[in-house]
């Protein structure tokens, strides 16, 4: 049944109830029928199995491989490196799958714990639990609503729904019917009265209120995985397949050519700890971590590691209005004033809000009006004598303040009613009679602000002698207009250039506000989001069906009116699209939505049960904060894939090597013990030092991009590096032998030119930036001199079976490996070209 359109006779009959509530016996038969007013949770898997689920993505499942097989070879140290990274990408993991339930959590701790209901015909305090359907409900100021209400009564009524809708101002409601799907004459579970008192029915109860229904999306909702997870996913089955294959591949050659098993079998498995790039979680790890760290210091706290990256991916932004494109603050925006004096002494003495250097007091739109006053440097005592409060009815408020030993009668209100009042105008004190081309020219200005979706407030005044002989209408008439001013919650600084940002970056902002749809057009319009007067409301989103949304929902940028449900329902539309969505919101209406996108965005004014539900939390509740999020997303990725290049390339260059002196029946040039060197040495400070290299100059003038962490252009550019490198060190090999060297000292050649290849080779991998790596530097700086000692000491060379190398060979390292920055230009120039 649809509460609001009812008339109330209609609904208590529907409910079998009346207005002096239900009796005890029958409030506990319907107990039994449709169960307790209580948030149900879905039954918990066990910690133990959540934890080890952890071990069973495929990146983690070949770690614990290439861990087992170094320890199988004595590699201590690789092994434990890389179950320290295991362990912690499962604790991360086990983290993140309690999120849900911690939301679950907070939602249910806000529910209040009792209430005043009509029980046969009597007042009575009651557990919330034990309301049911037909219940009514007695509120006052200050109590929480503890299920889902149809009003049949109402006294000045005003219902603070931030908790659920995240909007700031109470909304006032009615026991009127609605036929406008406004919502006003329903009072949600979990929200507060703020002002007033009221009636109510129980309509819904439990799981079937809105909160309960927001409840049920939380738990239900599974988080996809992020792009880079998936992306993660693929390359590490491609490099498993493709290790195994080389390794049983040189198993085989060796075999043939009467090298022991047991040799054969060392050389491959060390080449297979060689191929997978183990450092890969760690750097991944590293890389996010330190991201996440820079983002705190901004502001933009990561609550899950992998969201860093999935911002970058980000090709669609859903996002409130209120605090976040706006200040979430009513404020004085555009006026009309023919008497600016006599205008802020009204504003400042017929108004009730108290404002202090630490406070702000009273309603919204008087608090806005004050600072006026007080931003026009009125200084005036308020000797107030009377008031005449402002209602619905009314809708103005009057009071008659002693101003100069004179009384004068002071009024602020709507512009339609307060115009009729007025018989005069002051231009600064000289009083005219109102003609029609004033009252022309006023109305003409009440439009314009209307429909740039301003709340409007009109003042007058005039003298009186002993207002105790006036009557109220007496009083209020004949009025001497002052001026008007427009209100409205102003976009917030930076905003319009950070939208433009993404627009130049390839991404669509969409503002998904419960505001009118005026009020929504108007501040898209100002804060530069395309199409702004395309406005969908949930009314209208209702009436399309699944395939007509998804076709229409990327051309629609504003959507007005919207409710949780209906949120959930744009971001999946978006997904359906091939979209990564970032979704932000405060209120617990948003929470099902923060979950389903693929990162949720809450602010750090929201509620315990968004942030609960979201990836990252804006501590400044500014849309300008995500923006810097997506640049330090994208230049995170950026950097992992220069990770995956740089260790790719060395990768590739191995096994090439290895198995290009197998096929030429040539002793290997690298032992075991030296492969797992290059690993350790190439997976450590160089490689992770292109983790925190800078954003390139165009990262934010780009699109998004959904292509494969390694693409098929990026994995033969690789190749190709690999090939270089291959045969430079074997070129050098096989030179050393031809020239007389021994094995031991061609080994040790060929060992030192691959390093030195991927110490040069790092810099290929640099970003587009002025910004000089210090970092890159040290670290290059640290593995030569690293792999100086394993040539040049003792104690080394004979762990490594290296000897010491002449300065003649050096020279030949050096013009060797420094052929990689010549590769690299050529291949670079080739792409180019054909791009």
Known sequence: MNWEKEEISSILKELNTSSTGLTTKEAENRIQIYGKNALEEKEKESEVKKFLMQFT???TVLLIIAG???LLINDIIDAGVIFFVVILNAILGYRQENKAENAMEKLKSMTSKSTIVLRDSKKEELDVENLTIGDVVILEEGDNIPADLRLIETYNLKIDESSLTGESLPVTKTHAVDNEDKHDNIAFMNTGVSKGRAKGVVVNIGMQTEIGKIASMIQEEDKDKTPLEKKIETLSKTLSIFSVIICILIFILELFQGIPAANTFMTAVSLAVAAIPEGLPAILTLTLALGMQKMAGNKAIIRKLLAVETLGSCSVICTDKTG?????????????????????????????????????????????????????????ENNRLHEIPLDSNRKRMTTINLINNEEYVLVKGAPEILIKKCKYVSYDGIIKELTDEDINIINNNVVKFTNNALRVIMF?????????????????????????????DPPREGVKESIETCHNAGITVKM???DHKNTASAIAAKVGISN??????????????????????????????VFPEQKVRIVKALKANNETVSMTGD????????????????MGSGTDVAKESSDMILEDDNFSTIIYAIKEGRTIYSNIKRFIKFQLSTNIAAILTILASSIMVLPLPFNPVQLLWINIIMDGPPAQSLGVEASDKNIMKIEPSDENILSLDNLLHITLIGLVMA??????????????????????????VFVMYQLFNVFNCRSQSDVRNNTLLIAVFASFILQLCAVYIPLLQNIFHTTAIPLNSWVLIIIISFTIFIAERIIRKFENAII
């Not at 209120?587 to 809450?602: E, H, K, M, Q, R």
């Not at 000292?745 to 060929?750: D, E, K, T, V």
């Open 532 to 561: 702004p007067n395309d406005v969908l409301t949930g009314k209208e989103m209702n009436l399309l069906s699944d395939d007509e949304f998804k076709k229409l929902v990327n051309n629609i940028n504003v959507f007005a009116r």
């Open 727 to 752: 045969i430079g060190t074997l070129g050098l090999y096989i030179y050393e032998l031809n020239q007389g060297s021994s094995q031991l000292l061609a080994s040790s050649c060929a060992f030192t």
């Open 587 to 602: 209120g617990v209406n948003d929470a099902p939505a923060l979950t389903a996108a693929n990162i949720g965005v809450s």
């Open 324 to 380: 976040t494109l706006t200040l979430n603050k009513l404020t004085v925006t555009d006026e009309y004033i023919t008497d600016n004096e006599m205008t802020t002494s009204i504003a400042c003495l017929c108004n009730n809000a108290k404002i202090t250097k630490d406070k702000r007091l009273g309603d919204a739109t008087d608090i806005s009006i004050l600072e006026y006053a007080i931003k026009n440097e009125v200084d005036i």
């Open 68 to 70: 087992v097989i170094s």
């Open 57 to 59: 993505e495929p990146l």
């Open 460 to 488: 007058a005044y005039k003298k009186v002698e002993d207002y105790q002989k006036y009557t109220l209408n007496d009083l209020e008439e004949n009025l001497i207009f002052t001026g008007i001013v427009g209100m409205m």
């Open 512 to 514: 998904i506000t419960g």
